[in-house]
């Protein structure tokens, strides 16, 4: 069975599911945006479990526990800084999604909610990177099988709109 994919417009930091990304920077010490929501709602021990990860590169991802959380783990991914498109930013930020979907089902994980990635602090036109966010999650679940749920969570009614958008698109294909 294909995982269904919805669309939420919520804080991330509410949602009981087994793991919610995180668009965080290379550091993976925290920062603002979604990134500083979920460091202040999971608590200290987040920020000590990142300190040991070493950092993390554009495209990748590496997963904590979620600990204060009502999610059980956290997924950190680095999204791409827009620059202008001509900087390998669309493969980049398809890899974010790519290499989140492919953590959670190495680790059985069912249930995953992801927030715009690169849509704030790092300047993503929205429509595109919704295009890409849906698009890229659409393929890679349609191979696996424990992922039952993806969820993508709208901060704001712009980017709502956008993922339903990119939603209709993908699914008329
Ligand atoms: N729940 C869901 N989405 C949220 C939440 C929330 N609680 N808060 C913000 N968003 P951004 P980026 C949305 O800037 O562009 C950080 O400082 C927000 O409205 O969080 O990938 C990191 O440390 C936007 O649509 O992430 C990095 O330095 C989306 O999440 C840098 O920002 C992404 O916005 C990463 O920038």
Redesign the pocket.
Known sequence: MTAKLTILR????KLSVDAIVN???SSLL????????IHRAAGNQLLAECRKLNGCETGQAKMTDGYDLPAAKVIHTV?PIWQGGNGNEANLLASCYRNSIALADKHQLKTIAF??????????PIDQACQIAVSTVATEVAKIDTIRKVIF????DK?YQQFLDALQQTQAH
């Open positions: 919520d804080d991330i930091t668009a965080a920077n925290g920062g603002g945006g979604v990134d500083g929501a999204g927030p715009a990635i690169s849509c704030g602090v790092y300047g993503y969570c709208a901060f704001d980017v």
